[in-house]
C-alpha cells in the first residue's frame, strides 16, 4: 500500500486510539523528499588539478585537503547495510498503539497527540552474510569523503593560487611567507554526514518482495569564516523496486551496481555545491 503523499510527515496530528493504527499504518508507508544540494554558482569540481600550476618562483599549491566524518560515533551497525521489512514496521506500530492505549488510560480516554514515523526512519536489521563484506559497507563512511577531499583538494588549491599571485604582485612578502601560503589545509571546514544504507520494503501490504536500495548523506556548508549558521546540502539515492532474491542472485550483483551508482551520484550532486563554501 503506497499513499500519494511523497513528503514525510512532519505535522503532529490528534487521533483516538479507535483509529490510531491505521494511521500509524498509513504513515509507515511514507517517503521522504530527496535533498537537494546547494545550487551552483561556483562548481567545486571547476577547480583545476594541483599539476595546472605553473609558477616561475617554483611554489606552488602543496598538499592535500581531506573531508572527515560529523561526529565520531554511530550507532552499532550503522556502518553495514540493514534491511528494513514489513514486521519492523508492524512493531513499530504495534509499540505505539500499546503507548497510546496506556496514556490514553490514564488520561481517562481524553484525545492525545500522536507523531507518525516514516518507514525510513526505521533501523532495521544487518544481513548477516554482507558483514563482512566491503562492498556492502555504508559509502558515506569512506568512499564519499574521500571522492569529495579530492574536490576540496582542487577548490582549496585554487584558493591557495590566488593568495600567491597576490603576494606576488605585493611588496613585503617572504619567501617563507609565500611557501605558507601554498600549503593547502590538511581538513576542509565541511564535514560529511553519512545518512541511513537501507534495503527497505516496498508495500506494507500484499504478499510482494519487492526492496529499494535508499543511501543519503550531507555535507555540512558551515563556513567559519563567514561566520554563518550550518547550511547542509543534501543527496539522496533510491534504486528501482527489486525482489529480494533478485538483490541476491549473483553474489549480490545488483546490489554492487546499485551502490556504485549511488555513491556517484551523491558524489556529482555535493560536488555542485559553491566552492567559496567549502
Known amino acids: 500500500?503506497?499513499?500519494?503523499?511523497?513528503?514525510?510527515?512532519?505535522?503532529?496530528?490528534?487521533?483516538?486510539?479507535?483509529?490510531?493504527?491505521?494511521?500509524?499504518?498509513?504513515?509507515?508507508?511514507?517517503?521522504?523528499?530527496?535533498?537537494t544540494a546547494t545550487q551552483p554558482e561556483e562548481a567545486a569540481a571547476s577547480a583545476p588539478a594541483l599539476d595546472?600550476?605553473?609558477a616561475a618562483d617554483g611554489i606552488v599549491p602543496v598538499g592535500t585537503t581531506r573531508l572527515h566524518l560529523r561526529g565520531s560515533k554511530y550507532p552499532d551497525g550503522f556502518e553495514q547495510l540493514r534491511v528494513v521489512r514489513r514486521d519492523?514496521?508492524?512493531?513499530?506500530?504495534?509499540?505505539?498503539?500499546?503507548?497510546?492505549?496506556?496514556?490514553?488510560?490514564?488520561?481517562?480516554?481524553?484525545?492525545?497527540?500522536?507523531q507518525g514515523f516514516s518507514k525510513e526512519e526505521l533501523a532495521g536489521d544487518t544481513i548477516p552474510e554482507l558483514a563482512s563484506q566491503p562492498w556492502a559497507a555504508n559509502p558515506g563512511m569512506k568512499e564519499l569523503p574521500e571522492a569529495l577531499g579530492e574536490m576540496a583538494t582542487r577548490v582549496y588549491a585554487a584558493r591557495a593560487w590566488k593568495e600567491l599571485e597576490r603576494g606576488r604582485s605585493e611588496s613585503g612578502w617572504t619567501h617563507e611567507d609565500m611557501v605558507a601560503a601554498a600549503q593547502l589545509p590538511a581538513?576542509?571546514?565541511?564535514?560529511?554526514?553519512?545518512?541511513?544504507?537501507?534495503?527497505?520494503?516496498e508495500n506494507l501490504s500484499g504478499k510482494d518482495d519487492l526492496y529499494r536500495l535508499q543511501f543519503s548523506a550531507t555535507l555540512?556548508?558551515?563556513?567559519?569564516?563567514?561566520?554563518?549558521?550550518?547550511?547542509?546540502?543534501?543527496?539522496r539515492y533510491q534504486s528501482e523496486p527489486v525482489a529480494w532474491k533478485a538483490w541476491q542472485s549473483n553474489d549480490w550483483q545488483r546490489l554492487r551496481e546499485e551502490r556504485?551508482?549511488?555513491?556517484?551520484?551523491?558524489?556529482?550532486?555535493?560536488?555542485?555545491?559553491?566552492a567559496r563554501l567549502w
Not at 13 to 24: E, I, K, Q, Y
Not at 221 to 232: E, I, K, N, V
Request: proline residues 9%; contains cysteine; positive net charge.
Open 1 to 35: 500500500m503506497k499513499t500519494p503523499r511523497e513528503e514525510k510527515r512532519t505535522g503532529t496530528t490528534v487521533l483516538r486510539p479507535g483509529a490510531l493504527c491505521l494511521a500509524l499504518l498509513l504513515c509507515a508507508c511514507t517517503t521522504q523528499p530527496p535533498l
Open 52 to 54: 595546472s600550476y605553473v
Open 88 to 114: 519492523h514496521a508492524g512493531r513499530a506500530v504495534a509499540t505505539q498503539v500499546a503507548l497510546q492505549v496506556g496514556l490514553a488510560a490514564v488520561t481517562g480516554g481524553r484525545a492525545l497527540a500522536v
Open 187 to 201: 581538513q576542509a571546514d565541511a564535514p560529511v554526514s553519512p545518512g541511513a544504507w537501507h534495503l527497505i520494503y
Open 220 to 235: 555540512d556548508l558551515a563556513s567559519p569564516r563567514f561566520g554563518l549558521p550550518p547550511m547542509p546540502a543534501g543527496c
Open 260 to 274: 556504485a551508482k549511488a555513491l556517484a551520484q551523491c558524489v556529482e550532486t555535493l560536488g555542485q555545491t559553491r
